[in-house]
Every structure is written in structure tokens, then in C-alpha cells.
């Protein structure tokens, strides 16, 4: 994202709190992709301190969900949990289904990776029947990538290996769903291991 700095400088003459709360977010999604999740954790507190300051709850809560993402990714279960739900408590006061489902579907995947399969998958389904009911294709392809990997940490190979291949499939024809194909092939080679 070229010009941010210059971006954000312009907000803070402006005082456009909620701007720079947002450029900030995004910029730290940035460096999230970019693999440098130090910066990016940096990035999200800072707007989700700023959003948090002018009472934008809703916003605040995309900082904090990829604050929990980062953590869970990092295996700090035990932080990213109470962020999950309470970016869950603040999107479903707001009837935010879309988002809704990403947090389910996060939290679904948080508690796979801890070993909590049973509510993993229950999560997970349930993102991916809002995720249908929202008419938002990617976003199965990108659920089913998460319910094959819970599969695959349960121990049943096969379905896991048969959900990814389906994926797969489906995420060449799906615009958008292409970011999630590394990680369907992670998931079809450890299932065929």
C-alpha cells in the first residue's frame, strides 16, 4: 500500500480518528500477508485503540478479530479466545451475519486447533450454513479448508482428504477463493500422509 504513511499523516491533520483507525487496520492486513505479524499486531492495537477512543465498537472489532487470528495462528489460545467472543457479542448485536460467520468460523478453527473437535466442527458447520444462506461461495470454499483441517486434526484422513480435493475443485471456479488453495494443498498432503 504505497503512500500510507502519507495517508495516515493526513488523517491525523484532519482528525479523522475513524480513517486512521481503518487505514491502520488495513495496513497491519498488510503486514499480516506480508508475514510480519509483530508489525501487524502493532498495527491492529493501535486501531483498535483509536476506534475504541470515538465509540466505534463495530469497526474496533475487525482490529481485535485480527489481533485473535494472529494469536491463534501463534497457538495462544487461551488470549485469542476471549477476543473471538467478544468480536462475536459486538457483530451479532450489530446483525453483521457476514461477519458473524468469519468469527464463527474463526473461533470454530480456534477450537479445533485446541483440541475441542466436537465444538470446532459444530462452529464451523455453522459458519458455513450462514456463509450458503449468504450466498457468499468463497467463503464455503474458504470454511471447508478450515472443516477439512479440523477433520484432519480429529484423525479421519480420508474425509479430510475428499473435502479438500471437493474444494479445491470448486475454489478454481470461484472468484476469490483461489487465496485458500495453499492451504487445501497443506491439507491433502497431510491427509495422504
Not at 100 to 108: F, K, N, P, S, V
Amino acid at each position: 500500500m504505497p503512500h500510507c504513511r502519507q495517508t495516515l499523516a493526513i488523517y491525523e491533520e484532519l482528525g479523522n480518528v475513524r480513517e486512521q483507525g481503518n487505514l491502520l487496520n488495513n495496513m497491519g492486513n498488510v503486514a499480516y500477508e506480508e508475514s510480519r505479524w509483530s508489525a501487524s499486531l502493532e498495527l491492529y492495537e493501535q486501531a483498535r485503540a483509536l476506534l475504541d477512543s470515538i465509540g466505534d465498537r463495530w469497526s474496533a472489532a475487525f482490529a481485535t478479530y485480527n489481533i485473535a487470528e494472529i494469536l491463534s495462528d501463534q497457538g495462544r489460545y487461551d488470549d485469542a479466545e476471549p477476543l473471538l467472543r467478544d468480536v462475536l457479542r459486538v457483530w451479532r448485536a450489530s446483525g453483521s451475519r457476514s461477519e458473524i460467520a468469519d468469527a464463527t468460523r474463526q473461533l470454530g478453527r480456534l477450537m479445533a486447533r485446541r483440541g475441542a473437535f466436537a465444538e470446532g466442527l459444530e462452529l464451523l458447520e455453522a459458519a458455513r450454513e450462514e456463509q450458503l444462506a449468504g450466498g457468499e461461495p468463497a467463503e464455503v470454499i474458504a470454511t471447508d479448508a478450515r472443516i477439512a483441517e479440523c477433520l484432519l486434526l480429529i484423525g479421519d484422513p480420508e474425509a479430510a482428504l475428499s473435502l479438500s480435493l471437493d474444494a479445491l475443485a470448486r475454489s478454481r471456479t470461484t472468484e476469490g477463493a483461489d487465496r485458500v488453495a495453499p492451504m487445501l494443498q497443506r491439507v491433502r498432503g497431510w491427509s495422504l500422509l
